[in-house]
Structure formats: C-alpha cells, structure tokens
C-alpha cells in the first residue's frame, strides 16, 4: 500500500513570495489533514478535510494561507505571501475517517526555508 | 484547552540501556491516546495507541506505553535501545479528531 505523497521535499523562497504544496493521501482515505511543525514544536493542525469539505480551518493564517482538496482526493496548501515565521515543515497526513480513533498516516513533509 | 506536556527536550541514553520518555495530558475527559516516532527528514510514524482497555499497551520496534489515569501520563518505555532508535518522540492525544503533540524529546543514543 503507497503512503501518503508531498511534493516538493524542500523548498526555499523569499519572503513576499508564493508557494503551493501538493499531498496524495493513502488511496481510500476520506479525511486528510495539513499541519505545519515550526523547529523545535511539535506539529500543529493548520486544516482538516472530510473527503472535499473544510471540518476545521480554526488555526489556518487565512490571510495567508489557502487550502484545497478538490475531488476529496489530492490537496494543496498555498502560502501567499510568505512571511520568515512560515519557514517549517508542512506534513500531510490522511485517515480513513474523521474521528480520533482512526490512524494518521503522516507524509514525509515539506521543509519551507523563507529569507 | 487541551495540552500534551513533555518534560524533558532532550534525552542521551547508552545503547541497551532502558528507557522512559515523559508524557502528561490536560483534559477532562480519556482521549485517545499516541504515541509517534521521527527519524530525521522523515514524517511521522505511529508507535503505540491507546483507546480503552488494558492500560499497558505494546508497539511496534519493542516499545510499550502505560496509561495512568490518576497522573494523567502515558510515558513510553523501552527495555533495551538500540541505536537506530535516536529519534524525535512525540506524544499526542486525541480529544476528537485534531492531533494535538507534546513539543517532543529528542533521544540521542550513545556506544
């Protein structure tokens, strides 16, 4: 069974500038969340989708920050403008279904570098 | 709110020494209950769970967890660490659907 797929693995931008990132869940999962992991913090939910609709977006910067999962399968997380506080990792991570007992399975991240 | 504390940010052990890693939870309620493993540059790996049940709980590459409800902790053990087990550690719980983590231990292992 594949995993749960980001892309890129890093990315490096100045601030003012955009970025997207892309996550493939795990093939079946109806709830995929984003969270985002500052150094030295442990990950922090930024949106959670259930199959194409928004669940929780109470932490997501929307000034700034805009997700999408369109046909409840793919997502992407845009950044726009980034500011030197977005520099993070970004993990995607997908579950079968919405409810605290079932598994995330986490991607491998996105590492944001902001200067 | 609910809040995951993990008390010690770094941790060095030698190799085939035992191992305890701090975890205590605020909330009203039992949430579900995790915890996970990151290897750098990777993502996060599910070790353990804890739901109901039986308060001891096995994972996978030989860890064990116990809940105690009176202390409100769930601190992860190993009998025995090897080196491939320096890692980040994070506690997390699950009041509903959100993950919210401890800002994690960081296990070094030593020869």
């Known amino acids: 069974e594949a995993g749960v797929a980001q892309s890129p693995r890093y990315k490096i931008i100045e601030k003012r500038q955009s970025v997207a990132f892309w996550c493939n869940p795990i093939s079946g999962h109806a709830t995929l969340y984003w969270y985002q992991q500052i150094l030295g913090q442990g990950p922090k939910l930024l949106i959670q989708?259930?199959?194409?609709?928004?669940?929780?977006d109470s932490q997501l910067p929307k000034d700034r920050f805009s997700a999408e999962r369109l046909k409840g399968v793919d997502s992407t997380l845009k950044i726009q403008p980034a500011k030197l506080e977005d520099s993070a990792v970004y993990l995607c991570a997908s579950s079968l279904q919405t409810s605290g007992a079932y598994e995330q399975y986490f991607g491998p991240g996105t590492r944001l570098t902001v200067t | 709110a609910q809040s995951v504390t993990q008390p010690d940010i770094h941790i060095t052990v030698s190799e085939g020494a035992s191992l305890e890693l701090r975890c205590n939870y605020s909330?009203?309620?039992?949430?579900?209950l995790f915890w996970y493993v990151q290897s750098p540059g990777q993502g996060l790996q599910l070790l353990l769970k804890y739901f109901s049940g039986d308060t001891l709980v096995q994972g996978i590459k030989g860890f064990e967890a116990e809940f105690k409800r009176s202390q409100s902790s769930f601190n992860l053990r190993k009998p025995s660490v090897h080196w491939s087990d320096a890692a980040e550690y994070f506690c997390?719980?699950?009041?509903?659907?959100?993950?919210?983590f401890g800002k994690g231990t960081r296990l070094s292992v030593i020869a």
């Open positions: 909330y009203g309620a039992t949430p579900y």
């Open positions: 989708f259930q199959n194409n609709g928004v669940v929780d």
């Open positions: 997390a719980v699950a009041p509903r659907t959100p993950l919210v």
